[in-house]
């Protein structure tokens, strides 16, 4: 299911790394860096960037969380993997193959609170960090061979139609209390005959989608996601359809970067044991796809990656998300092929991409605040549509 594209040049070949430097392979990197890659990986982080935030922030409300922790969830994992992490151009971040699982666990759980829902998913992170790392320093990245590719396949378009179902809502314009994919989609379409669709939602969302998905199909190298959010915001901000036709928005981000938190507050000792199987299950689904990309960008580079130092680098970017109110993160099957076609050589890629991103929150948050849901929404179903493969 996992593919590459393999646009040229791939990265030129490094030595491997010895000793110390296979604990931190970005440093090993770092000491052989040439000068003719950094023009490459300067583009190819400020095409990341564009595409990081739109995608961050949609997978983020498919989780269950508010938008703005997809972007934590995103910053600091980038700059954990690009110290300890083998692949030379591997993106990590949120990940919509693991939204609907996310959500299942923690909004239960949180019982209507956002506060509550952002603490759950913070700890949801370091537990599957710690069952990651655990996979690591135990060396049994050899695991990956035992992934039977049907179930894998079965499982990921079974967990793509859900996230599709979940994000109904926003393309629709109006909200539903139903539980079950089932129920949701009869709800959808019942409340879509008797017309309580926003059209304005429903407008935007089909546009993006339909832009999307043409540009995908006919204009491959043009970046899709990042036209079609910027439309919808522009036309969002200039008709203030917020106010004037209940457009559900993003609204005020926070303004400024997060600080290191502890998220057990309002967590309890049930709260965890729920919380643990879901969390082997995060870490099974993560291990399984990050091995399968690795493996790939490391066969088309010529090159060959550690799957145990892939493991604790995953692990240690999961802890890092949770530290920073983020939610479980893995490799990105859409993002790492969008680096590698814009000619990344490096995770210095990566590093432009999320200095963009703090930035932005720094800078200028008020960019997205009339970033339209339903915008976010097709984002993430076209997602689930590239990953599926049926």
């Known amino acids: 299911m996992t593919s590459v594209h393999a646009p040229p040049p791939p990265p030129t070949p490094l030595p491997a790394p010895a000793g110390w430097a296979r604990l931190a392979p970005g440093l090993h990197v ?7 890659w950094l023009p490459r990986d300067v583009v190819a982080g400020l095409v990341l960037s564009a595409i990081l935030v739109p995608v961050g922030m949609g997978y983020a409300e498919a989780a269950g969380v508010p938008a703005i922790h997809g972007l934590y969830a995103t910053i600091v994992p980038l700059l954990v993997y690009a110290l300890l992490g083998p692949s030379r151009i591997m993106v990590l971040g949120p990940d919509s193959t693991l939204a609907a699982v996310i959500a299942s666990l923690i909004l239960p759980l949180a019982g209507g609170s956002v506060e509550r829902a952002v603490a759950l998913a913070g700890v949801l992170a370091l537990m599957t960090g710690g069952f990651l790392l655990l996979i690591g320093f135990a060396r049994l990245g050899v695991m990956a061979d035992l992934f039977s590719k049907p179930i894998r396949l079965g499982f990921f378009n079974a967990i793509a139609l859900t ?25 959808m379409v019942r409340g879509f005959v008797d017309g309580r669709g926003n059209p304005a939602a429903m407008a935007i969302g089909v546009a993006c989608l339909a832009l999307i998905l043409g540009v995908r199909r006919w204009r491959p190298k043009w970046p899709g996601v990042l036209i079609a959010v910027v439309l919808a915001t522009t036309v969002s901000a200039l008709f203030d359809l917020g106010a004037t036709a209940g457009l559900d928005v993003i609204g005020p981000v ?6 290191p938190t502890l998220p057990l507050a309002t967590v309890t000792l049930e709260d965890l044991r729920v919380l643990a199987p879901g969390a082997a ?7 399984a796809d990050t091995s399968v990309l690795s493996r790939a960008l490391a066969k088309r580079s010529g090159t060959r990656v550690d799957p145990d130092q892939e493991m604790l680098a995953l692990g240690s970017a999961n802890i890092a998300a949770g ?3 983020g939610f479980p993160i893995s490799s990105s099957n859409s993002r790492t092929p969008v680096a590698a076609s814009a000619g990344a050589q490096t995770q210095l890629a990566n590093l432009v991409g999320a200095g963009v991103i703090a930035l932005l929150l720094l800078l200028a948050p008020g960019l997205v605040k009339d970033m339209p849901q339903a915008a976010l929404g097709a984002v993430v179903i076209t997602a689930c549509i590239s990953f599926t493969d049926w």
């Open 254 to 259: 926070p303004h400024g970067l997060p600080v």
């Open 281 to 287: 299950i995060i870490a099974l689904l993560a291990f």
């Open 30 to 36: 770092l000491r052989h860096y040439r000068r003719e």
């Open 163 to 187: 996230v599709m179902i979940s994000q109904l809502p926003k393309l629709m314009g109006f909200s539903t209390t139903v539980n079950g994919s089932l129920p949701r989609l009869w709800e």
């Open 323 to 325: 530290l920073m109110q």
